[in-house]
């Protein structure tokens, strides 16, 4: 079974990854200045996940409702969850931004942010294909989300490195270890949606 024209969980669906998109462009292209802007990106990113756990909300409903589903009700609502996931640590990463008044980010905070949105953007033309049931087409999109988080360890692992090469002052040191582990934790959410595909192509192709 696959999802048909206009299937309500599809449309649930692609609601979390067109936010989930959205949120992460919104991250990565926000520029902030000084201390004032932190609290914008800040409120505007837990907008974002307000809206994403709605949607889940939404499909949790739906699932309870439904009497046949067009692929199996945990696939559905694992796909939703994992997705949230990535959003709430972009939320979270956000408010430590804030909370460690950090206006700056760093070239290693940048490449994570960078593979993440790429990640990001992999998982909604995912979604799109599993609404037009190509499910074999969705593997490719999968195989290079999991690049991305293998980069994103190559990423933490030098980021780290160089913290301690470099930087002196210790409370410094355990802020940017703390959002470089956050940024991290991220890809592996990425990675995990990119898991939730793949199971639901075994599945149903």
Do not use: W
């Not at 939404?58 to 046949?68: G, Q, S, T």
């Amino acid at each position: 079974m696959a999802f048909k024209k206009n299937d309500k969980f599809s449309t649930l669906l692609s609601n979390i990854s067109v936010n989930l998109k959205e949120s992460a462009n919104f991250f990565t292209d926000y520029k902030l200045k000084d201390i004032s802007d932190l609290k914008i990106f800040s409120e505007k990113m837990k907008e974002f996940e307000s809206k994403g756990d709605s949607y889940v909300h939404e499909v949790i409903k739906e699932l309870n409702d439904a009497f046949i589903t067009p692929i199996e009700r945990e696939d559905i609502l694992h796909l939703a969850m994992s997705m949230d996931d990535v959003l709430d640590g972009l939320e979270g990463t956000a408010a430590m931004f804030e909370m460690y008044s950090i206006t700056q980010a760093d070239d290693f905070m940048k490449q994570f942010v960078a593979a993440i949105q790429s990640s990001v953007h992999e998982i909604d033309k995912a979604v799109a294909l599993l609404s037009n049931k190509k499910l074999p087409q969705i593997r490719e999109h999968a195989i290079k989300i999991k690049d991305y988080e293998s980069k994103c360890d190559n990423i933490l692992r030098h980021s780290i490195k160089n913290l301690f090469n470099v930087e002196k002052d210790p409370i410094r040191i355990i802020q940017y270890k703390e959002i470089y582990e956050n940024l991290e934790n991220v890809a592996d959410s990425c990675q995990n949606v990119a898991n939730t595909l793949e199971t639901i192509i075994m599945k149903n192709a």
